[in-house]
Structure formats: C-alpha cells, structure tokens
C-alpha cells in the first residue's frame, strides 16, 4: 500500500502533517510528533510585527513610543509576550532540523509586503526546507480596492521567489471576490503551494466588559467543507500544491481532502486534542480505506472528487447549492 506524497519539493511517505501551533515551539514535543508518525512540521509562525519591532523599534511603519500612535499599538502583544523572539527562531529551526529526520517548514506571518519579508533569507539559511508564508489582513479601510489587495499578494511572492531557493506556500484565507483568480496569479507569481484557508479569528464580545474578547476554538469537522469546494475546484487547473489545513479531525475527513485534491493534510487541532499518535491512526485510517477500495497508490485516490473532469464547474456549483437548500425537511 504506497500512501507516498509530494509536498513542497519533499518526498512524504503519506500526506499528514503537523502545521503550524504551540506544539512546534518545545524540541521534545516536536520529536514527539515525529515518533507519532507525522510527515513533515510547520514551525510556529514569526509575525511582521515581531521583526519590525526588533530591527527598526516601529510597527507597521509606526513608533509605539510616539503618543499619535500609542493607543492603537498597545492591541498588540509586548516584545516579551512572543515565544521566540527573531533571533531566537532562526536558532530554533536550527535545533530542529538537527533533532527530527523529517521536513521542516518554517512560518511567516504578516499583512503587508514589507522588508519584513527579507528575513525569509534568515530561516532559509537556518535550514529550514520550504517557507509557509501566512498572509493575514483584515481589510478596514473602505477606500482599499480589491485588486490593489491581490496586487500585493502577489507581489510578494514575486519578490520572494526572486531571492530564495527554497520551495514557498501561500496560506491565505478564502475571502476574495473570485478566490480562483487569486490561486492563478499566485501560480504566476511562482507560489510552490497554496495552503487552504488560514481560519478567520474573529474576537468575541464580553457582554460585561463591553468589549472585544479573543478566543481560540479549536476547528472541527464543520470547518472542512469550503476547503473541499476549493480544492475541488482547483485540483488540475493550477501548478502550486494543494494542501488544506482546518478542519481535518478524523481519518475519513483526511481521505476526503485527498479525494478532493489535496497532495497535503496540514492538523492542528485534533493533535491538540488526540495527542501526536494520532498521526499514526490517521494513516492506518487511510491504509485500511484504500485497502477496502482496491487502491494500490495514493495518486489513484488523489482528485477522484474533484471537478476537474466537469464539463460546467459553475452550473455544477450552483446545482450544488439549489439541492442543498431543496433538500431539508422538517
């Protein structure tokens, strides 16, 4: 039974894989995943906000210290509250890829196209095997034009590419006018991987407080559902790898990903919840299903669900939500 996968460059011997979460932070930890049997770990994301702090003492262009500015920086968290601090995560990826065998991705999490990016050199001489760059921005300006959203998406993998040899995924969110467009441009802009969806934290509302309260929640099945369409929909029609992240929480959730296209499963919270063995259980699920359908390789399952073959992608989607909605009853 080969589950064998390629991700960004790397040889898998199945697609499951550790993304990116607080478990990536301890050495021991990490080499408790790969004891559990997960293919490849997405180091913690670095934020812009770290880097710029550290090299230039300004956030987004801005000095904390300046009275016009104070306010609207103190949202964000001290130079001491991160983890590690820039200089601290490339010496981290270090002692990573020196205690684990398998493939290390290093994380980058920003909202703009800055020099911030430039310490993408930094990780790839650190050691790590690809970049996941995790481009998260809420927009709130009214005058900002979608386009000029996606110019800079795509700008900065231009650059990026121009000045790094290791392979880059883009993990971006769902929220676009016409998400396929953006996948495209990203496969122009020379993206190795495209990471679907960064999940949309939004913060709560403390009724006694009156004010903003954030909260993670862990993703669970629910969430997979518009990665599948995504990955349907993208699956054959662009070059970058397919990897989906969110949502995955049970072994079959994982088989439908792959059938949907996916080359890569990223998890987080069900590890979170079941421990790093379940990396092991996830592949035995797969093995057993694959056994059970007759399947002798992974590249027989990968995109049997996925539109690729449709004759009318559109009408079949619309077809998709019609029957969807005629089909409760009370």
């Known amino acids: 039974m080969d589950t064998a ?3 960004l460059g790397c040889r898998l011997p199945h697609p499951f894989i550790a993304g990116a979460s607080p478990l990536g932070f301890d050495l021991d930890t990490i080499k408790r995943l790969e004891d559990g049997g997960c293919a490849a770990v997405v180091i913690p994301s670095l934020f812009e906000e770290q880097i710029t ?12 210290l300046d009275a016009e500015w104070a306010v609207g920086l103190a949202h964000f ?9 820039p ?9 990573v890829k020196r205690t684990v065998s398998v493939p290390v991705i290093a994380s980058l999490n920003g909202a703009t196209g800055q020099s911030w990016l430039r310490f993408a050199r930094i990780v790839e001489q650190a050691g790590a095997d690809a970049l996941e760059l995790n481009l998260y921005r809420v ?43 953006v996948a495209r441009q990203l496969d122009a802009a020379g993206a190795d991987g495209i990471v679907l969806f ?9 009724t006694a407080t009156m004010r903003p309260l954030p909260r993670v929640q862990l993703s669970t099945s629910a969430d997979l559902l518009l990665r599948l369409r995504w990955l349907a929909i993208l699956y054959g029609r662009v070059r970058p790898t397919l990897v989906v992240t969110g949502g995955v929480a049970t072994p079959d959730d994982g088989i439908k990903a792959l059938l949907a296209g996916a080359d890569a499963v990223q998890m987080v919270s069900a590890i979170l919840r079941e421990g790093p063995n379940y990396f092991t259980v996830m592949r035995q699920g797969l093995e057993r299903w694959m056994e059970h359908h007759e399947f002798r390789r ?16 559109e009408a079949f989607e619309r077809a998709s939500y019609i029957r969807t909605l005629q089909s409760w009853r009370a």
């Open 53 to 64: 702090l550290a090299s230039t003492g300004r956030i987004h262009r801005r000095d904390p």
């Open 77 to 85: 968290p001290r130079r001491d509250d991160y983890t590690l601090a």
């Open 87 to 95: 200089d601290e995560y490339a010496v981290h990826i270090d002692r």
């Open 198 to 206: 960064n999940r949309f934290y939004q913060p709560d509302i403390d």
């Open 139 to 181: 927009v709130t300006d009214l005058r900002v034009q979608g386009n000029s959203v996606e110019h800079e998406l795509t700008s900065t993998v231009t650059e990026l590419k121009r000045f790094l040899k290791i392979p880059i995924a883009v993990k971006i969110s769902p929220f676009f006018t016409a998400f396929g467009h």
């Open 298 to 313: 992974l590249g027989e399952v990968r995109g049997l669900a996925s539109l690729k073959q449709t004759v009318d992608p």
């Open 5 to 7: 996968t390629s991700f």
